[in-house]
Nanobody
Framework: VQLAESGGGLVQAGGSLRLTCAAS????????MGWYRQAPGKQRELVAG???????NYADSVKGRFTISRDNAKNTVYLQMNSLKPEDTAVYYC?????????WGQGTQVTVSS
């Protein structure tokens, strides 16, 4: 499975961005997909996840502001980010879970200016 993120960039506080993760390869064994982020000097953390059944979970810090969604026909997962804050600045990674090791994209930088 290969994952490719896009949609990052520089935005002012209060603005919005939509991240896209395009997946390719053997998708049928995947159980869930999600987004993680890693800020400088901090550990990588889960931002949002979605199971194949459509169940979602979010980090407390993004609840009510971020929305994860997927288009199964396009093998694509999205992260809509609204009301962005400077503390959302990080490299955002797409993640996919299956029976083996997790899959990761290369990451996309999101920078929120105050």
């Amino acid at each position: 499975v290969q994952l490719a993120e896009s949609g990052g960039g520089l935005v002012q506080a209060g603005g919005s961005l939509r991240l896209t993760c395009a997946a390719s390869g053997s998708m049928f064994r995947l159980n869930a997909m999600g987004w993680y982020r890693q800020a400088p000097g901090k550990q990588r953390e889960l931002v949002a996840g979605m199971t194949n059944g459509g169940r979602t979970n979010y980090a407390d810090s993004v609840k009510g502001r971020f929305t994860i969604s997927r288009d199964n026909a396009k093998n694509t997962v999205y992260l809509q980010m609204n009301s962005l804050k400077p503390e959302d600045t990080a490299v955002y990674y797409c993640n996919a879970l299956g029976p083996g090791p997790a899959y990761w994209g290369q990451g996309t930088q999101v920078t929120v200016s105050s």
